[in-house]
């Protein structure tokens, strides 16, 4: 590939799983970029300087993203903020910002205001993750074949294209969506699932003892997916709640309303109910497969 | 391992992913025992036999169960009883009979009072299944290193010990516990999980056409772990709901109001509560990685 930026320097600002991630597959893949990492907690970046994660680690944002041709802010949703308005000053006319956040309508309307003319904020989220967090969480195939979802939002065509560039790049395939639509279709593919998967494992923690020891003996029946959907990183997932809260909120709605009707046919023993709505979404599974995504 | 029971033939009454994978098992780890099998579906009768599947294949459960040492009843537990009332008067003095199902209370009420005098009834378990159904799905290993709850409800010691040097020959661990503390345990490891899962597939499939296309494509991020539990068989799941259903609807109780505690949560956006929630329930994974049920 070839770089389209304003420099062949790429900072990346949060070392965790996802941050790591874009640092090695940037070297693994040898693509044509300098890169510089930075952290805002000292020891994750001793840890990435002990992984070898980019080609330098700044002891402060500022030095990580001078001459930066494309800064990527891979740090929780409600941290994006911060992290811009920290880099404003130091950010080179012409360069490309993105971010990582699972949350799009948040991230554009905390930064929106604080990027400097003369740069290009292009809101991204790539479609991949694991329940680990931290540098030492990163691998370089991590966006392998993985979609990266990307908010134009107006941005000059010719950068938005040098940014999925470098995301085809790290192997991922880009599509373009509105901040909007991208909320929505996350609230109910991920958001939920994860809202779920830790309420469902909150109630088991909240059982006696001995109960709560045999749920965790007897885990590989259902329950042990959600507990590892349930580890995901606090920090992150908080902020998700707290910033697609109106399309989170929407969905959930749907989803007890939903859930009341099968408890009220379990109640009633209307088993017809239940057995359609079972067949019904054994459908959906097979779309899954059919679209090549399992 | 040794014969204890009876005779050497093994009766397997249902050919679903369960009793083909028993029967298989027998056959791969070569037991001593001649396995005659039945199912009251004629297709999938004649699924086993292309699969060579048992011994032999029965057209009549009275022809399957004759003279056998053991009969596994590995059908719907809405099935169970008219399956025990079909085989009991065949039934040879002296032989047990154990089943698969997935709720034990109901199992027991329904059947117990079928089972003629001189046969030994020991209810049983096996933790392990996938989403896929039918003689077609059944693989040898299925049990290895799986747990098999066994509900010994006052059977003879010998015929208890014989039914678990079977289950250990078929690669499982065997651990014995009340009916009442099954149905509580699987509730909530296994039961109410489903139910979530295909309360929120069921979600989905009716939401509007375009989004619903974009949640297929877009499903790796949590959604897609819920369309796999929620394509598991129909029947089998709309039985387990009306036969665990009071064990069901308190965990489901319980679970509404943990939901709903997260729900006000983000409503009011109080992150604190999100954060402090997310991060209690990843000690449950740690605990489950360190049990080795990961």
């Keep these: 590939m070839q770089n389209k930026f304003i420099s062949d320097k790429i ?9 790591a991630s874009i640092a090695l597959a940037i070297k693994h893949k040898k693509l044509p970029f300098t890169v510089a990492v930075y952290d805002r907690d000292e020891a994750v970046r001793a840890e990435a300087r002990a992984l070898s994660i980019g080609d330098s680690v700044a002891d402060e944002l500022a030095k990580a993203v001078v001459g930066a041709g494309l800064v990527i802010m891979a740090v929780p949703v409600g941290a994006m903020a911060s992290v811009m308005q920290l880099a404003a000053s130091h950010l080179s006319p012409g360069c490309v910002v993105t971010d990582t956040g699972s949350t799009k309508r948040s991230v554009i309307r905390d930064t929106i205001g604080l990027v400097p003319e003369g ?20 691998f370089p195939s991590l966006f392998e074949g993985r979609y990266w979802l990307i908010l134009p939002n107006g941005a000059d065509a010719e950068k938005v294209s040098a940014l999925e560039d470098l995301l085809a790049g790290l192997g991922a395939m880009t599509e373009q969506m509105s901040a909007d639509y991208h909320d929505r279709v996350l609230a ?59 399309a989170v909120l929407e969905m959930l709605q749907r989803f007890s309303e939903d859930l009341s009707y099968l408890q009220r046919a379990i109640r009633w023993k209307e088993g017809d109910k239940l057995f359609d709505m079972f067949t019904r979404t054994r459908d959906i599974r097979r779309s899954i497969i059919d679209a090549g995504q399992d």
């Design 188 to 246: 109910i593919t991920s958001h939920l699932p994860h809202l779920i998967a830790y309420t469902i494992v909150g109630t088991a923690v909240d059982l006696e003892q001995d109960l709560k020891n045999d749920v965790i003996r007897f885990s590989a029946t259902g329950f042990r997916d959600f507990t590892r959907i349930a580890a995901s990183d606090p920090t992150m997932w908080r902020d998700v709640f707290l910033n697609n809260d109106e």
């Design 119 to 138: 740069c290009h904020f292009i809101p991204g989220h790539p479609l991949a993750g694991t329940e680990f967090s931290g540098p030492g969480a990163g």
């Design 11 to 19: 900072a990346i600002i949060g070392i965790g799983l996802i941050g």
